[in-house]
T-cell receptor
Framework: AQTVTQSQPEMSVQEAETVTLSCTYD???????LFWYKQPPSRQMILVIR??????QNATENRFSVNFQKAAKSFSLKISDSQLGDAAMYFC?????????FGQGTTLQVKP | DVKVTQSSRYLVKRTGEKVFLECVQD?????MFWYRQDPGLGLRLIYF???????EKGDIPEGYSVSREKKERFSLILESASTNQTSMYLC??????????????FGSGTQLSVL
């Protein structure tokens, strides 16, 4: 079965510092896609970054980057130079066989 | 601009009531999804649809049904609401498969309370 696990319910980081959010997943598919979504208090889900499993290179989007370890089925999100606006809930998600399955979420607090 | 609209932001219903949650997208998207979001459990897929009149069960379909009579509208139905269905419900849509670099667009959610 397709599963996604985020083992950190809450994380905090000092403004301008770097933080890493963890995610592990399980899938029987060889071709799949991984995502990180951000949900601020407005509740609007925002796509942060996307990784294709067949690509070995880790995806990056400005201050956001991932560490994709396919053999370990690990997909962590690194946020560099954290800003107050990064405070939100972050969800890891796995897409295969037509379904996007989410993890439990990690609430990120950014301290000024 | 792309838009997924959920009819209510907050909704309060009584146990046993029939509840309709409506979702409309204006992007001519093929795929539509219903999730529920609960603290500590994340988003869980209830039902999804790849085309008009088509539906597929997600991971937690029990107690729910869906209707997609028109391409732009995907309704989630609680036939007899129960207190354990108190949750936030999120609708989403995408044009094609997410494998084609398509994005998933979300509505703003409906916080449903069943008393």
């Amino acid at each position: 079965a397709q599963t996604v696990t985020q083992s950190q319910p809450e994380m905090s980081v000092q403004e301008a510092e770097t933080v890493t959010l963890s995610c592990t997943y399980d899938t029987s598919e060889s071709d799949y896609y991984l995502f990180w979504y951000k949900q601020p208090p407005s509740r609007q889900m925002i796509l942060v970054i996307r990784q294709e499993a067949y690509k070995q290179q880790n995806a990056t989007e400005n201050r956001f980057s991932v560490n994709f370890q396919k053999a370990a089925k690990s997909f962590s999100l690194k946020i560099s130079d954290s800003q107050l606006g990064d405070a939100a809930m972050y969800f890891c998600a796995n897409y295969d066989t037509g379904k996007l399955i989410f993890g439990q979420g990690t609430t990120l607090q950014v301290k000024p | 601009d792309v838009k997924v609209t959920q009819s209510s932001r907050y909704l309060v219903k009584r146990t046993g009531e029939k509840v309709f949650l409506e979702c409309v997208q204006d992007m001519d998207h093929e795929n539509m999804f219903w999730y529920r979001q609960d603290p500590g459990l994340g988003l869980r897929l209830i039902y999804f649809s790849y085309d008009v009149k088509m539906k597929e069960k997600g991971d937690i379909p029990e107690g729910y049904s869906v209707s997609r009579e028109k391409k732009e509208r995907f309704s989630l139905i609680l036939e007899s609401a129960s207190t354990n269905q108190t949750s936030m419900y999120l609708c989403a849509s995408s044009l094609w498969s997410l494998a084609t670099n398509e994005k998933l667009f979300f509505g703003s959610g409906t916080q449903l309370s069943v008393l």
